[in-house]
């Protein structure tokens, strides 16, 4: 890990994954959304290429979530950010929970 620990953002393990966080994250139509155009891609997205009509910082927010709950990784790349959805980390951990999120129309926030 020969990265400067400033510009390295944290990521949770596969197996510090947990459930109640990755539930919280998906809880939020918005994050739900990111989540839902970032399964739609075949590869990382720059964090500017998802917009959802929201300020900067809300997304920063959500991103943040999403990446300190397991959800997403996200990677450096110059200037921008881009971003994956952890699929394979996820399934191992919870098997159908991602496919069960997405292919619900609507999720119904307690």
Do not use: Y
Request: hydrophobic fraction near 35%.
């Amino acid at each position: 890990m020969g990265m400067d620990h400033t510009t390295k953002l944290h990521h949770p393990e596969r197996e510090e994954i947990e459930l109640p966080g990755v539930l919280h994250a998906l809880s939020d139509p918005q994050r739900l959304e990111i989540v839902r155009r970032l399964a739609g891609s075949s590869e990382p997205c720059s964090c500017g290429s998802i917009q959802l009509g929201v300020a900067k910082s809300t997304m920063t927010h959500h991103f943040r979530v999403l990446r300190e709950s397991g959800v997403i990784r996200q990677q450096r790349e110059g200037t921008s950010k881009l971003t994956e959805l952890r699929r394979e980390d996820l399934d191992s951990r919870f098997p159908g929970l991602l496919d069960a999120v997405l292919s619900s129309d609507s999720v119904a926030v307690g």
